[in-house]
C-alpha cells in the first residue's frame, strides 16, 4: 500500500512557474515504484502529463506539456516532483499524483493502470 500526498499547487500568472511535490509513505520501497501525473479540468476527462520509470529514471510526457515541464523524483525523499514552467490558462486543473508498481514504460500513460492516488492539488493559471 501508497499514500500520497500532492502539495505546491496555486494560482499563477501565464507565463509563471510552480513546482507540484507528492510524498510518498507507507510499507513498501519507494523506489520500486513507477510515478505519474494526471491532470484534470472542469468537464473533462483526467489525462495523463508526465511519468517517471522505476528503473533507469526514463520520463515520459504529454504533447502539450513537452518542453514546459519536468518530471522527478528523489528516492531518498520518498518524493516526486513536477516542475512546471512556461504555464499557460489551459494548464488549469487538478493534478493528481499516482504510483504504480514498477511498470512497463508502456502502462505508464493509461490512469487505469495505477492503483494509487493522492487527493489532488488545484493549480489555475491566470491569463
Known amino acids: 500500500q501508497v499514500q500520497l500526498v500532492e502539495s505546491g499547487g496555486g494560482l499563477v500568472q501565464a507565463g509563471g512557474s510552480l513546482r507540484l511535490s507528492c510524498a510518498a509513505s507507507g510499507r513498501t520501497t519507494f523506489s520500486d515504484y513507477s510515478l505519474g501525473w494526471f491532470r484534470q479540468a472542469p468537464g473533462k476527462e483526467r489525462e495523463f502529463v508526465a511519468a517517471?520509470?522505476?528503473?533507469?529514471?526514463?520520463?515520459y510526457y504529454a504533447d502539450s506539456v513537452k518542453g514546459r515541464f519536468t518530471i522527478s523524483r528523489d528516492n531518498a525523499k520518498n518524493t516526486v516532483y513536477l516542475q512546471m514552467n512556461s504555464l499557460k490558462p489551459e494548464d488549469t486543473a487538478v493534478y493528481y499524483c499516482a504510483a504504480l508498481w514498477r511498470g512497463d514504460s508502456g502502462n505508464l500513460y493509461y490512469k487505469g493502470r495505477y492503483p494509487y492516488w493522492g487527493q489532488g492539488t488545484q493549480v489555475t493559471v491566470s491569463s
Open positions: 517517471i520509470r522505476w528503473t533507469g529514471g526514463s520520463t
